[in-house]
């Protein structure tokens, strides 16, 4: 393996590492993957971030469609938030489903944060430990439940933590100490169960050292980037930085992971042993904000020379791009971003604003508009309308003008 990489390489080898250019279906092909095609995705990148924007479509289904096309999200439900389901909740970069098997990684974090609690002396936890020990009480006896089920005085939001309820916030707390899981959800709404009603027992009984959970959550961050800096590592699983040095030293040593280095990058690099360098990168997707190819903003500005932000929390005439504005991947390049909007009351996918990347490829918009039909179809919605904003949406809407419909 050479030791010196060029800024494509790099870029090709993140992309793959990803879950891009390996065997995948066209968008609009007829059949959807099954559970284990949708399992192998989670499995490849670690986790998937959970977030609560539903404009368009819910975060943690936008990675499986960026790489598989369109797909059955009652079956994604079912393989993670169902009762006998593999994979479970928790901070892992921010609140993400991760591998069941995987949780004893987390369990110094959950740690950390309980003796954070009970240190600080001003937390609410030292004056809220009688809601705690009734919260217990309460899931022991009736468990698994939303917080919106739990019948208390205190279930009443407030003007802080979001306007939640004192037991919103004991069971977000429990959460974060590793006592509470997350028993599914409806209609995004957590329901929530002691560990030991849905954590399998011998996964309970796991103890990991901080030290060994660190080097082994850095080795799952290598593989899913493919090759990365210190910061990359880390950022994954949302690691300090000397443990993070600490960690690869150890990989290093092991073989794992390789030292490199890219053209234009300033840091140091390392490259999994296991990743690929493909000579070209076939890929054309819609990415979530929250997607891994683009979460790290540092990293995607290295890697693809885009600068993003999201402006969902912009003030409207402030925006730039838009509310939910998607990065677009075509081969190894993000070309342009799209902010896209689900108005499932007209059944219409509304293409917002439409924008081009500098140096973006003439004629890209053949690609986009069946990256666009085919997320018509996955949302149920008959019809797509471009609205005239941004230097790309005229040259969509004249693609989709000369298409048949939907109908």
């Known amino acids: ?94 609140a993400a489903i991760i591998p069941m098997e995987r949780r004893p990684l987390f369990q110094w974090r959950m740690d950390a944060r309980r003796a954070g609690s009970e240190a600080d002396t001003d937390s609410w936890v030292h004056s809220n430990r009688p809601m705690l020990d009734w919260l217990r009480a309460e899931l022991a006896a009736k468990g698994p439940l939303p917080a919106s089920q739990i019948e208390h005085d205190a279930n009443r939001g407030t003007g802080s933590w979001w306007g939640w309820s004192d037991v919103k916030r004991g069971l977000e707390v429990l959460f974060g100490w590793g006592e509470v899981v997350s028993a599914g959800r409806t209609r995004f709404e957590r329901t929530y169960a002691l560990a030991e009603q849905r954590v399998p027992a011998d996964i309970l009984a796991t103890t990991v050292s901080e030290t060994d959970a660190v080097r082994t959550l850095i080795a799952l961050s290598a593989r899913a980037h493919g090759i990365g800096t210190v910061a990359d590592l880390a950022d994954y699983y949302r690691i300090r930085q000397a443990p993070t040095r600490a960690a690869i030293a150890d990989l290093e040593e092991s073989g794992e992971l390789l030292p490199v280095s890219v053209e234009g990058w300033t840091q140091p690099a390392w490259l999994h042993r296991d990743a690929r360098v493909p000579r070209r ?30 402006e969902i929390y912009t003030p409207a005439h402030k925006r730039i791009f838009g509310y939910y504005s998607l ?81």
């Open 1 to 94: 393996m050479a030791t010196s990489l060029s800024a494509a390489q790099a870029r090709r080898i993140a992309l793959r590492a990803q879950g891009f250019g390996t065997q995948g279906r066209a968008p609009g092909a007829a059949s959807g993957p099954g559970i284990r095609r949708l399992g192998s995705v989670i499995d490849r990148l670690g986790l998937l971030q959970l977030d609560s924007v539903n404009v368009f479509e819910r975060s943690h289904y936008l990675p499986v469609f960026a790489r598989l096309g369109s797909f059955d999200k009652a079956d994604l439900d079912r393989l993670t938030f169902g009762p006998a389901g593999r994979y479970t909740e928790y901070w892992a970069h921010e």
């Open 281 to 310: 990168m076939e890929a054309a997707a819609l990415l979530s904000p929250f997607d891994p190819v683009v979460w790290a903003r540092p990293r995607s500005e290295r890697l693809f020379d885009f600068h993003y932000r999201i």
């Open 327 to 407: 990065p677009v991947l075509l081969d190894d390049r993000i070309v342009g971003r799209i902010d896209l909007k689900s108005d499932r009351h007209n059944r219409v996918l509304r293409v917002q604003s439409a924008w081009r990347e500098a140096g973006a490829p003439t004629g890209m918009e053949e690609r986009i508009v069946p990256l666009l039909e085919s997320a018509r179809a996955w949302q149920g919605l008959d019809a797509i309308e471009v609205i005239d904003r941004g230097d790309l949406a005229h040259d969509l809407a004249g693609v989709l003008s000369t298409r048949p419909s939907a109908g």
